[in-house]
């Protein structure tokens, strides 16, 4: 059984910094691709960051320039620093990743979620 845990979110000001994390743990045997959507209040889901296995990145307008994705290969994580937060990025922020484990194919698996409210 795979599963991811997320961490780092909270409550900060307009113009702060958090940063998330995302541990992959259970019977993996390799990961593609990892990242993070975001979902606010009345709006769909959408993507904020990847970063695939080759360290390649890819962001959204709305976020490119402040926040940046990384990833850890050895203790299968991602993070996500967040930079000069706006208001319009509150929401539940969800770490996903692209990868097979044993006894199963290749598939999407998500994370719990985390709230991120920037607020004054």
């Known amino acids: 059984q795979v599963q991811l845990v997320e961490s780092g979110g909270g409550l900060v000001q307009p113009g702060g910094s958090l940063r998330l994390s995302c541990a992959a743990s259970g019977s993996i045997l390799s990961i593609n691709a990892m990242g993070w959507y975001r979902q606010a209040p009345g709006r769909e889901r959408e993507l904020v960051a990847v970063v695939t296995s080759g360290g390649r990145t890819n962001y959204p307008d709305s976020v490119k320039g402040r926040f940046t994705i990384s990833r850890d290969n050895a203790k299968n994580t991602v993070y996500l620093q967040m930079n000069s937060l706006k208001p319009e990025d509150t929401a539940v922020y969800y770490c996903?990743?692209?990868?097979?484990?044993?006894?199963?194919?290749?598939?999407?698996?998500w994370g719990q979620g985390t709230q991120v409210t920037v607020s004054s």
């Open positions: 996903y990743s692209f990868m097979s484990a044993y006894g199963s194919t290749w598939e999407t698996y």
